[in-house]
């Protein structure tokens, strides 16, 4: 009697497992090894990794937000500094991916993409999103006619300067420098007012992105060449054209107006020392005005503003280089495709109205690429009269590259990041070792052409013009 009755409970337990099963509904998503994992729908938790200048970003808000708003999805994250890249590769490595994180660079995508990381996102992506979103969003991380990524705000490049700094040298702090030379003999003055408590310039020659944000900023506005030394106009990477901008760099690093210790500092390092009133100008780009004025700590008394980056006196000013080198992509791994996909879309599209939600005293920039956010937020009077928006109001020359043909190439040999440090240090052999530069980048770009991973019509579009673009 006993046993008929145990088999008779387990029965009904059974029962109401099978009906629950069959009930739930769940989702199959593409595993790295090409079988796939069932996702339950219902309340789930996210891992996602982060870049970021310090604890509380635009980012982590919005999320925040995310977790606030609704109840089916939890958003837990990390966040890291200029490390992050390696953070995120050592999480590759050991098979602890999250389910979500921020992708810098196409280059990335593509690594990433290639070795078997990355979930494409196009049945996820809702229709509703790819109406509010620029098309760009999702075109600058397309990789093989798939959408692994999507772009979460427009970025571009600024001089930052100490306004404080510069009057105690003896400069007007309305007068920032508007050509390279102007720069140069600003940062000796400063540095040798300063005696060694504060200094012209922050280079961090550490960081691998220096580069973009100083030498290949300077090749677009000067009409020279575009990112990475690739030129439009003749389709080829041509490195001897920017000769004169590493010397420039050089001649900066030898007259001592760079700040000391340049050879191991990253990008993070140079902000702790410029919101510190340690280095007076540097380069960065526009969202680090939300950074200064609402996110890091130490800036709270930081007196600084913003202009265009200099150019040579005498050269014609070409068209700003607009980028979209931030935005968030997904593990093949996540057991959560469907609800990471659904946390980037609201990030995307919340990322500056979250931090005036939770922060109404805070006055910060849109750079969203969603255009109404934008006109909403930047025609406020209190936005456009903040700290540091002097150099920013200026986003009407800005424009993109069709290609940027370094992010799709397999280089073999010494890349730019190993070479340009180098060349800005020791200031020897800089043609010769740019033309070596060109050689090796030129032979990697026909390489992938012949392989299709490049188009000949991109990288050479007609009627280009760095001034018209």
Known sequence: MKRKRLTAILSSILLVVMLVSGCSETKNAPTQDGSTVSQPQGKVELTAGMRGSGNESTATIVTDEFNEKQSDIKVNYEVYGDNYTDVVKLAFASNEMPDYFSVATIGDLKQYVDAGYLAPLDDYISDEFREKINPSALAQYTYDGKVYGIADSARFIRLYYNRDLFEKSGLDPNQPPKTLEEMLTFAKQIT??????????????????????????????????????????????????????????????????????????????????????????????????????????????????????????????????????????????????????????????????????????????????????????????????????????????????????????????????????????????????????????????????????????????????????
């Open 192 to 469: 040798e007012a300063g005696k060694g408590e504060y200094f012209g310039f922050g280079l961090p020659i550490k960081s691998g992105s220096t580069w973009e944000r100083n030498i290949d900023n300077i090749a677009i506005l000067s009409g020279l060449t575009g990112p990475w030394a690739f030129d439009y106009t003749t389709g080829r990477f041509d490195f001897a054209k920017q000769t004169p901008i590493i010397e420039y760099f050089h001649e900066l690093y030898a007259s001592g107006s760079i700040m000391p210790g340049s050879e191991s500092m990253d990008i993070e390092m140079v902000r702790a020392n410029f919101a510190t009133d340690k280095i007076a100008m540097y380069f960065d780009g526009n969202w680090m005005i939300n950074g200064y004025n609402n996110e890091i700590e130490a800036a709270k008394n930081l007196n600084y503003d913003t202009a265009l980056v200099p150019i040579f006196d005498g050269q014609k000013r070409a068209k700003d280089y607009l980028t979209m080198d931030s935005g968030l992509a997904v593990s093949i791994n996540s057991k959560h495709i469907a609800e990471a996909v659904k946390a980037i879309e609201y990030t995307t599209l919340n990322l500056y109205d979250a931090s005036m939600n939770k922060y109404p005293d805070r006055i910060a920039p849109a750079f969203s690429l969603v255009e109404e956010v934008n006109v909403r937020i930047n025609s406020m009077d209190e936005v456009k009269s903040t700290k540091g928006m002097s150099g920013i109001k200026d986003m009407e020359n800005l424009s993109s590259f069709p290609v940027v043909p370094s992010q799709k190439i397999t280089l073999e040999g010494d890349s730019r990041e190993v070479v340009y440090p180098i060349l800005v240090i020791e200031g020897k052999d800089i043609e010769k070792e740019l033309q070596k530069l060109s050689d090796s980048y030129n032979a990697a770009l026909d390489k992938a052409i012949e392989q299709g991973v490049l188009d000949e019509s991109d990288l050479k579009p007609e009627g280009f013009d760095y001034y018209t673009r």
